[in-house]
């Protein structure tokens, strides 16, 4: 019988395999025409295939010095980073809700919270083609978990992208220019169905809180002022992390501090 630092490391290494794969996804979904499938994969500089021993996450980066084994070109850093994130992922969530249900259905909503933060701050976009499939099946995970409702799951979808909606709106009113993209919104619909209805307030919050620091570094680097732009994808995407996790926690701080009795 396997121990459960076994389980952990199985999982673990897993996760990075499954990562491998996001840098796919992360690299050529947003391209026009572009298949996830074929063709096999090779640098995307020199185009060359890579051979089996110049696949193995994490450690071929390592091993190949960070640069093509062919063209000797730089590999960027994203791709190790998005395959140890996801084993850390996989592992934690093992260890969290055990080889479960929950962990399944929170698997592919942490993989595909990966692959929006990485396109994202690449380009500034969130595609339809994750965010949409993801509300349907984050309901759907509603109907058979035993971590998150059905009632609170369809509360989530339509208060996550009916809230963003409305400050958009508001923000455009009052500012006459676009403040925030379409693809936050349906994201963020997305994680209310994933999560329900009662982690809006602490996705929201924390997204907010974070999105802003940063954007005021990013204001006086750039010195552009207002007109400064930042995606907000992955505020929202590791703030709805924090929640898989924590939530108990957040939920328990949150009642306390309605009822008065945390300062």
Request: one cysteine or more.
């Amino acid at each position: 019988m396997m121990t459960e630092t076994s389980i952990l490391i199985f999982s673990a290494l897993f996760g990075a395999v499954v990562g491998s794969f996001l840098n796919v996804v992360i690299l050529r979904l947003p391209e026009p025409g572009q298949s996830i499938a074929f063709p096999a994969s090779h640098c995307p500089q020199c185009s060359s295939p890579l051979r089996w021993f110049e696949n193995i996450p994490i450690l071929s980066y390592i091993i190949l010095l960070g640069r093509c084994g062919h063209c000797k070109n730089s590999i960027s850093l994203q791709y190790p980073l998005v395959e140890l994130l996801m084993a850390i992922v996989t592992a934690a969530l093992v260890h969290r809700f055990q080889l479960s249900l929950a962990t399944a259905g929170y698997f592919v909503f942490s993989a595909a919270l990966l692959i929006i933060i990485f396109i994202d701050i690449r380009l500034q976009i969130i595609p339809d083609v994750i965010s949409l499939p993801g509300i349907i099946l984050g309901f759907i995970f509603s109907l058979v978990s035993d971590t998150v409702t059905w009632q609170s799951s369809l509360i989530g979808l339509l208060a996550g992208g009916g809230v963003l909606y409305a400050v958009a709106l508001s923000y455009a009113f009052l500012r006459k220019i676009d403040g925030m993209g379409g693809g936050d919104i349906k994201l963020l619909a997305m994680i209310g169905a994933w999560l329900g209805w009662q982690a809006l307030p602490f996705v929201i919050l924390m997204s907010s809180a974070t999105g802003s620091i940063i954007g005021i570094i990013a204001m006086r680097s750039q010195k552009k002022g207002g007109q400064t732009r930042i995606p907000f994808g992955p505020f929202l995407s590791l703030a709805a992390l924090v929640h898989v996790f924590f939530s108990e926690d957040i939920l328990l701080y949150y009642s306390l501090y309605l009822n008065g009795q945390w300062p």
